[in-house]
C-alpha cells in the first residue's frame, strides 16, 4: 500500500508532467465511452484504450454482470448505464469480459461459494441465462449466432473445461458467450433502447487476454471474436 500511497500523493504533479490537465474537469465530464468489465485487477480499461481523466466511464462488477432492468430491484449497475446513456450521452457501450475470469470459471466449474454468499447470490440471481449460455458454450452446445442468440438448454454444471477458445484459456469460449448475454440485456435497458434506435449508440462485445493484452471483438457478421 505504501506505493499507491506515495503515488496518490504525488498524482497533481505526474498528471501536469503527462500534459494532463485537471483544472477543466471541475467544469464537468463528457466521456465518449461507458465501458463495463470484470472487477478483476488485470483488466484496466483506461490503460488499455489510453483514456484520460474525463474520457471513459467505467461500470465494474464481478463477471462484467449486467442485471435485468428491474426497477422493483433497482441496482447500482442499472443507474450507471441508465446515467451514462441517458445524462451523459455517451456514443459507445463496451461489455468486455477477459480471459481467465473467476466469476465466470466459479460457474462453468460450479465452485463451492458458500464462502463468499453475496458473491454466490450476485451470480446466481443476476447470471440466470447467462450461465445457461456459458454452460452451453462451456460443454460445446452453444450456437455461433450473434448477440440475439438465447442458450435455452440445461447443461450440468460441472462439466467444466471442455470448451476451447481463440486461446489457451479454456474458459474463453464461455466468457465470450457471457459477454453476448450481457449484451443482449444492455439492449433491454429502455434508456439504451432508445439510443440504439435513433441510431446514436454502438455497442461492443469485447474479449480481453489479460496475460497477452490482446483484445478481441465481436463480429456480428460471423459470430466469431477476432482481435481489433
Ligand atoms: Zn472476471
Redesign the pocket.
Known amino acids: 500500500m505504501r506505493s499507491f500511497i506515495d503515488h496518490a500523493r504525488t498524482f497533481p504533479a505526474r498528471a501536469d508532467a503527462d500534459g494532463c490537465r485537471l483544472a477543466p474537469l471541475a467544469a464537468g465530464q463528457s466521456p465518449q465511452a461507458l465501458f463495463v468489465?470484470?472487477?478483476?485487477s488485470r483488466?484496466v480499461p483506461s490503460l488499455i484504450c489510453a483514456a484520460r481523466p474525463g474520457e471513459l466511464f467505467e461500470l465494474r462488477t464481478?463477471?462484467?454482470i449486467i442485471p435485468d432492468y428491474d426497477l422493483d430491484r433497482p441496482s447500482g449497475e442499472a443507474a450507471t448505464i441508465e446515467f451514462a446513456a441517458r445524462v451523459l450521452g455517451v456514443t459507445d457501450i463496451v461489455v468486455c469480459?477477459?480471459s481467465?475470469?473467476?466469476?465466470?470459471g466459479a460457474l462453468v466449474r460450479g465452485d463451492d461459494l458458500t464462502a463468499v454468499p453475496a458473491l454466490a447470490r450476485w451470480l446466481d440471481t443476476t447470471l440466470d441465462s447467462a450461465l445457461d449460455s456459458a454452460l452451453d458454450t462451456a460443454t460445446g452446445d452453444a450456437d455461433t449466432g450473434g448477440p440475439e442468440s438465447g442458450g435455452a438448454a440445461a447443461p450440468p454444471r460441472h462439466d467444466a473445461d471442455r470448451g476451447t477458445g481463440p486461446d489457451d484459456d479454456p474458459l474463453a469460449a464461455a466468457?465470450q458467450r457471457h459477454v453476448l448475454t450481457q449484451i443482449d440485456r444492455l439492449r433491454a435497458y429502455p434508456a439504451v433502447r432508445a439510443r440504439l434506435d435513433d441510431g446514436t449508440l454502438t455497442l461492443h462485445a469485447w474479449y480481453y487476454q489479460v496475460h497477452t493484452g490482446t483484445v478481441l471483438a465481436h463480429r456480428p457478421a460471423d459470430g466469431a471474436f477476432t482481435p481489433l
Not at 37 to 40: G, L
Not at 100 to 104: E, I, K, R, T
Open positions: 468489465t470484470c472487477s478483476d483488466v464481478a463477471g462484467n469480459g477477459h481467465h475470469c473467476g466469476a465466470v466468457v
